[in-house]
C-alpha cells in the first residue's frame, strides 16, 4: 500500500533535503466562476487561453528521476511513453468533446528549485497551456509555492499530486485539484478510524509535528483527544528549514522528556519530516511501546528502508494510518486494467503487477525496481480526472466553466479508488479509507495491512 508514486516524497524527507523557493509570479485574473456550458451542442471555439476549437494545450509535469538516482531504488520506466500512450487512449476516442488533447512534456529536479519556478512561468507565459497536470513542485523540499505560482498567481488549473491542504486554500478555489487525499483528510480518517476500533482507550495522546504542519494538525488532535476522553501530552514542533537537523534533534530530546513525565504512549506524527528515521529511532528508543500514527503512508517507505537495513525491531512496526486499495488491488481494478491494456497495446510491452516484481529488485546494491503500473495509473487518474471536469464544463471550456463544474460535481469516478467526489470547498477527490498498520513481515520489504473495511468517507 505505500505509495511509491511518492517515493520521490519519502526520499527527499529521508535525506531531510530543504530547499528555498522563489518563483517568477505574475498576477493573472479569473473569474469567480459561472454556470457551466449549458448545451452540449454549441460549437467549439477557441473559447480560452490553450483552448482552440480542436485542440486543448496541457502540460504534463514530472519529476526527473535521474537526478534523485542517489535517492532512490525504483523507477517509474519511460515517463514520456507512458504519458503519450495515455494520452493517445483519449485522442483515439474522440477526444474530450471533440477536442483532442495537444501536451507539453516537462521534466524537473526537484532538488533545483529554481528550475521548478521557472516550469510555471513557462507553462503559462511561454506554452499558455490551459491546465498543468502530473507531480509538479514536491513538498519537500518545495514549500508549495510553485503551485500557487500556477493555481494563483497564473489562473491556471492544475491536478497534482502531494498536495497539502494547506496549499489547496490558498489558489484559486477549484483551479488546483489532487486525485488523491490530503494529508489533513487522512488524518482525520485515521483518527476517525481508531476511534470506532478503540485504538486509543487509555492512551495519552501527543503531536509531532513541523512548521508547516502544526497549524493543520494541532486542531485535529486535539479534538480527537477531547471527543476520546484522552489524556493530551506537550505537542512537539521540531524547526525544520535544511539538511542540518542539529537543532531539531535536540529540540526532540527536550519533548522525549516531557512526554516521559507526561506519560505519552501514542504520538501522531504530521508530515514526512518529522517521521524521517533519525527522528523515529530517538523516540523508540527512548519510549518503546510508543504507538505511532502518521498522516501519510508514505511514510512507510521509512519502514521499508529499516526492513531493508535489518532493523530488528523495527521501529515504525504497527505504525497506524489510513489508506484505500492495496497497490495489487488498484491494479486489478477494471479502471486501471483499461490504462494498462491500452499501454500494452500502444507498446508492445507487458506491465509487471505489483506481485510479481520481484523481491530481489529492492534494496541497496539491487537492480532498481521498475515500477510501471505507478506511472500508468497516475498518468491515466490525472488525465481521467481532467476529462470528466471539462467534459462536464461543456463545449465553451474557460477557467470559469471548469470551476462551476468542479464546485457542483458531486460523486466522480476515480480509477484507483471506489469512493470519490468533488465539490465547493472539497478539492482533493478520494474518498476510500480503512485503517491500516505496517507489518514488517508482509512481503518483500514489509508494507501496510488492512485492520478494517474500505469505507467512503466522502463529505
Same mark, same amino acid.
Given at each position: 500500500m505505500v505509495r511509491v508514486r511518492s517515493g520521490i516524497a519519502i526520499a527527499l524527507a529521508a535525506a531531510l533535503i530543504f530547499t528555498a523557493c522563489s518563483s517568477d509570479k505574475k498576477a493573472t485574473s479569473t473569474g469567480s466562476g459561472s454556470s457551466a456550458s449549458s448545451s452540449?451542442?454549441?460549437?467549439?471555439?477557441?473559447?480560452?487561453?490553450?483552448?482552440?476549437?480542436?485542440?486543448?494545450?496541457?502540460?504534463?509535469?514530472?519529476?526527473?528521476?535521474d537526478c534523485l538516482a542517489q535517492f532512490l531504488d525504483i523507477t517509474h520506466g519511460d515517463i514520456k511513453k507512458v504519458t503519450q500512450a495515455m494520452v493517445d487512449r483519449i485522442n483515439?476516442?474522440?477526444?474530450?468533446? =471533440?477536442?483532442?488533447?495537444?501536451?507539453?512534456?516537462?521534466?524537473?529536479?526537484?532538488?533545483k528549485q529554481d528550475e521548478v519556478a521557472k516550469a510555471c512561468t513557462t507553462f503559462t507565459d511561454d506554452d499558455q497551456v490551459f491546465a498543468v497536470l502530473g507531480l509538479y513542485d514536491t513538498e519537500p523540499p518545495g514549500n508549495g509555492s510553485n503551485k500557487l505560482c500556477l493555481s494563483k498567481d497564473h489562473a491556471t488549473i492544475q491536478i497534482n499530486h502531494i498536495v497539502k491542504q494547506a496549499i489547496i486554500d490558498q489558489a484559486t478555489?477549484?483551479?488546483?485539484?489532487?486525485?488523491?487525499?490530503?494529508?489533513?483528510?487522512?488524518?482525520?480518517?485515521?483518527?476517525?478510524?481508531?476511534?470506532?476500533?478503540?485504538?486509543?482507550?487509555?492512551?495519552?495522546?501527543?503531536?509531532?509535528?513541523?512548521?508547516n504542519t502544526v497549524t493543520g494538525a494541532e486542531p485535529k488532535v486535539k479534538a480527537a483527544a477531547s471527543d476520546l476522553k484522552l489524556k493530551q501530552g506537550s505537542t512537539a514542533?521540531?524547526?525544520?528549514?535544511?539538511?542540518?537537523?542539529?537543532?531539531?534533534?535536540?529540540?526532540?530530546?527536550?519533548?522525549?522528556?516531557?512526554?516521559?513525565?507526561?506519560?505519552v504512549n501514542a504520538l501522531v506524527m504530521a508530515g514526512l519530516s518529522v517521521s524521517a528515521k533519525q527522528f523515529v529511532e530517538k523516540i523508540k528508543a527512548a519510549i518503546p511501546g510508543m504507538l505511532l500514527i502518521t498522516d501519510s503512508t508514505e511514510t512507510g517507505g521509512q519502514a521499508q528502508d529499516e526492513v531493508k537495513a535489518g532493523k530488528?525491531?523495527?521501529?515504525?512496526? =504497527?505504525?497506524?494510518?489510513?489508506?484505500g486499495p492495496s497497490s495489487q488491488e488498484t491494479f486489478d481494478s477494471a479502471p486501471v486494467q483499461e490504462c494498462v491494456k491500452a499501454y500494452e497495446q500502444a507498446t508492445g510491452e507487458k506491465v509487471i503487477a505489483p506481485n510479481q516484481l520481484?523481491?530481489?529488485?529492492?534494496?541497496?546494491?539491487?537492480?532498481?525496481?521498475?515500477?510501471?503500473?505507478?506511472?500508468?495509473?497516475?498518468?491515466?487518474?490525472?488525465?481521467?480526472?481532467?476529462?470528466q471536469i471539462a467534459e462536464k464544463a461543456g463545449p465553451n471550456l474557460t477557467n470559469d466553466t471548469w470551476i462551476a463544474a468542479v464546485n457542483g460535481f458531486g460523486k466522480i469516478k476515480l480509477n484507483r479508488s471506489p469512493f470519490g467526489s468533488l465539490h465547493q470547498g472539497k478539492y482533493d477527490a478520494d474518498d476510500a479509507a480503512r485503517l491500516v498498520a505496517f507489518d514488517s513481515a508482509v512481503p518483500?520489504?514489509?508494507?501496510?495491512?488492512?485492520?478494517?473495511?474500505?469505507?467512503?468517507?466522502?463529505?
Open positions: 452540449s451542442n454549441a460549437p467549439l471555439t477557441a473559447s480560452f487561453r490553450g483552448v482552440t476549437a480542436t485542440s486543448i494545450k496541457i502540460a504534463i509535469a514530472d519529476i526527473d528521476y483515439n476516442n474522440g477526444g474530450i468533446l =471533440g477536442r483532442k488533447l495537444e501536451i507539453v512534456f516537462s521534466q524537473q529536479c526537484p532538488l478555489p477549484g483551479l488546483l485539484l489532487t486525485p488523491d487525499r490530503t494529508p489533513e483528510r487522512t488524518l482525520d480518517a485515521v483518527l476517525s478510524l481508531v476511534k470506532q476500533q478503540n485504538t486509543l482507550a487509555g492512551k495519552t495522546i501527543a503531536l509531532l509535528a513541523d512548521q514542533v521540531l524547526s525544520i528549514t535544511n539538511e542540518e537537523t542539529t537543532a531539531a534533534q535536540a529540540q526532540l530530546d527536550s519533548f522525549i522528556e516531557k512526554w516521559k513525565t507526561e506519560g530488528n525491531p523495527n521501529p515504525y512496526e =504497527g505504525m497506524l494510518s489510513a489508506d520481484a523481491a530481489g529488485q529492492t534494496g541497496t546494491g539491487a537492480p532498481k525496481r521498475v515500477e510501471v503500473f505507478t506511472a500508468i495509473e497516475d498518468r491515466c487518474s490525472e488525465l481521467d480526472l481532467f476529462k518483500a520489504n514489509g508494507d501496510f495491512k488492512p485492520l478494517s473495511e474500505l469505507k467512503d468517507i466522502g463529505t
